[in-house]
């Protein structure tokens, strides 16, 4: 019998992380044209909110699993990207590449890193090792043809998030539908049992 992890009781935060992501890639593609000034400050903002919410799961976590400090740096990792980019708010087009870069390819090796410690705890675990190899890739991307004009950035920000946003909602969903289908199993369990 599989025992219930954090992210089976908090499928709700990643599902919250999910829709954030969506919804910010989704109003990059809507405005194009959206300027750098606010592309990053959508950027800050998302981080900060992924940060929160990643940190509320280490923290959910921490009390009576071990292993949470995966999610604690990816946490923190957010945190300080966000913080950082709402900061410094005339960074330069390269120097915003560098810090979306270098954020993805962090988050993206803690996700990984996340994926193959829970692979015997959770089902659909290779979502979020998807979700992650995706991070480095896109990470990968933006460090190696740094030359792509604020258009193209912020469509390759918007997909990626849109990407990210749509894995970790599918992922949420999957662990609901294992969290329910494991309580109502306890429960059926404990009532034979009284």
Do not use: D
């Amino acid at each position: 019998m599989m025992v219930p992890t954090v992210l089976h009781t908090n499928w709700w935060l990643l599902a919250l992380r999910g829709l954030a992501a969506v919804i910010l890639g989704l109003l990059t593609f809507l405005q194009p044209e959206i300027t750098l000034f606010v592309l990053v400050a959508l950027f800050g903002i998302y981080c900060l909110i992924n940060g929160i919410l990643t940190l509320v799961m280490a923290y959910r976590r921490g009390r009576g699993q071990s292993r949470w400090w995966t999610l604690a740096l990816e946490g923190l990792a957010s945190l300080i990207t966000g913080g950082l980019t709402l900061a410094w708010p005339g960074i330069s087009l390269l120097g915003l590449l560098y810090v979306v870069a270098l954020w993805a390819v962090v988050t993206g090796i803690f996700q990984i890193v996340a994926a193959i410690r829970l692979r015997k705890q959770i089902t659909g675990e290779w979502l979020l090792f998807l979700g992650g190899v995706m991070s480095v890739l896109f990470g990968g991307i933006v460090v190696f043809w740094p030359g792509i004009g604020a258009l193209a950035l912020s469509w390759w920000i918007g997909a990626y998030l849109f990407a990210i946003g749509i894995t970790l909602g599918i992922l949420a969903y999957r662990l609901r539908k294992h969290s329910a289908g494991h309580s109502s199993a306890s429960s059926s369990m404990t009532s034979a049992a009284g």
